[in-house]
């Protein structure tokens, strides 16, 4: 293919970006007949296809398959004056794995996501590429009593995941995602590939919780696999407003994060149908659970623990750990293992998303206001996974992700829509919006905390020039509280020139910029 050419926006005038001598096509430029499918093939909300906030396209989509075309990439842009982004599998909530205002080029890593199992030394090394139904399904293929304690949707990537934290049904007794990170390699803004001992605690510190693509481009990540006992249990007990749905709630926001850390309850809360009067609607909360062990063993938890819930036997199926794999991502007990390779979203849809955590219980008053707030859209969520356990032995700093003891939940809410437009879209986001201004009252403050992979722009964005870190600590404290600073201090030894960046990256702490 020899020497890949482009005309960048300002004129006509040809940059060379890559000496590219393989067989095969890693470089698609905007003429391409394959770059509107593989530029769409991962935006997982579609909200930010086409969109005039995103206006800007990659002028190159680089989608390697070894880690020197990685590093071509990053010394060609920085050369030519070019922003990079990186995308693993595409559900950054805002979607900044994809799009930014000024021209860049994004590195697509859908090539790189090989997992290779280790099970003498229960480890595994995985590429950021790969997502993780596909690190599920490798871990399956190889042993039945090993697992990893990470997310629900088995489409999102691993890149974005681990560095945000990640966590999923078995954050009560492991832990988040990144706690369970071992080592990792990463290629830095000069290009060097630098593993856990190269790159120093400090920086892989920050890369497990803190955002890598601040830091580096990380090619594959060494973690931990985690014991899962042969036979689960899990069940879904649903209850709508007229069978005491508010009550079931309250409660259980004083009991799930005390509960045995083999139990996990989370609550999903959503507007339905009514059953009993097909024109209306009421609002519905759903209690999913994994245990870890079998149902001869929760039911006398439940009945001594949560007894109002009612759960029966019925209510309660035993599976491997796969299989609730397969359960909690909406696929049946029986379809094959092989849906967790498909790298599509199950439910893909226009959204906006934010979070909270709790330290409280929200009282019963401010909960009825939230179903009837919930009445007025069509498509709403609000989900709420309990922490304690394992997580309350963590101290805060332990990792960027600082929302550990003292928090009772953590809280998704999630408007969906089916028809886009900048009406439709001003009309879900202002009710998104006031529903979070409700919220005050009932999350933590000072600051009001939020999950970094639930990201969210509204918290505030990066300006420019000297201020961007005090402007950044905005939204930054909010995602990292006290860790925020040492991120900082982190991305000004390693990027001081703030080449890797975006509304929400972390900027360079000012005493170490340019050397200062």
Request: glycine share 8%; proline share 5%.
């Amino acid at each position: 293919m020899g020497w890949f050419k482009f005309a960048n926006r300002w004129g006509q005038k040809a940059q060379t970006i890559i000496d590219y001598t393989k067989t095969f096509e890693i470089i698609y430029s905007s003429n391409s007949s394959s770059y509107p499918h593989l530029l769409q093939s991962s935006e997982q909300n579609p909200r930010w296809v086409n969109s005039s906030r995103s206006s800007l396209k990659p002028l190159l989509i680089v989608t390697p398959f070894h880690e020197s075309e990685i590093q071509a990439a990053i010394l060609c842009t920085k050369k030519h004056g070019l922003q990079i982004r990186v995308r693993s599998g595409g559900h950054d909530y805002e979607g900044l794995s994809y799009r930014c205002k000024t021209p860049f080029i994004l590195v697509d890593l859908v090539n790189l996501r090989s997992v290779d199992i280790n099970l003498e030394e229960e480890v595994a090394w995985v590429q950021s590429g790969a997502t993780l139904g596909e690190l599920y399904y490798s871990i399956a293929m190889e042993s039945k009593v090993h697992g990893f304690p990470a997310g629900i949707c088995p489409s999102v990537g691993i890149g974005g995941h681990l560095s945000g934290g990640g966590f999923g049904t078995m954050l009560r007794k492991h832990g988040l995602a990144a706690d369970n990170v071992i080592d990792a390699y990463l290629i830095d803004v000069s290009g060097r590939i630098l593993n856990r001992e190269l790159m120093g605690e400090d920086l892989f510190w920050a890369i497990r919780g803190g955002g890598g693509a601040s830091f580096g481009i990380i090619l594959s990540w060494k973690i931990k696999l985690v014991r899962v006992p042969p036979t689960v249990t899990v069940f879904t007990v649903s209850r709508s407003l007229e069978q005491g749905a508010i009550e079931l709630v309250h409660r259980w926001q004083y009991i799930a994060h005390e509960l045995s850390e083999d139990l996990f309850i989370r609550v999903i809360i959503q507007d339905v149908d009514d059953p009993n009067n097909g024109a209306a609607r009421t609002v519905q909360a759903a209690f999913n659970s994994l245990f870890l062990g079998k149902l001869d063993c929760l039911m006398p938890l439940m009945n001594q623990s949560f007894p109002e819930l009612g759960l029966k036997v019925d209510n309660c199926t035993e599976m491997t750990w796969i299989e609730s794999v397969l359960y909690f991502a909406g696929y049946k007990k029986d379809d094959p293992l092989e849906v967790l390779l498909d790298r599509n979203t199950l439910y893909k849809s226009y959204f906006k998303a934010k979070s909270d955590f709790a330290q409280e219980p929200i009282p019963e008053v401010g909960l009825r206001v939230i179903w009837e707030r919930f009445l007025e859209e069509e498509i709403v969520f609000m989900i709420m996974d309990p922490y304690g356990g394992k997580m309350n032995e963590i101290p805060e700093s332990e990792l960027p992700f600082p929302h550990r003891r003292g928090n009772l939940y953590n809280v998704q809410y999630l408007v969906k829509w089916v028809q886009n437009g900048v009406k439709a879209s001003k009309k879900h986001l202002h009710w998104m919006r006031m529903l979070y201004n409700y919220m005050t009252p009932y999350v933590s403050a000072s600051p009001r905390a939020a999950y970094l992979n639930y990201r969210d722009l509204d918290l505030g964005i990066n300006g420019k020039g000297e201020e961007s870190y005090s402007g950044a600590s905005v939204w930054g404290v909010k995602y990292f509280k006290d860790n925020f600073k040492r991120l900082a201090i982190v991305k000004g030894r390693v990027d001081p020139e703030n080449f890797l960046r975006s509304e929400q990256s972390i900027p360079p702490y000012p005493a170490l910029k340019k050397g200062r």
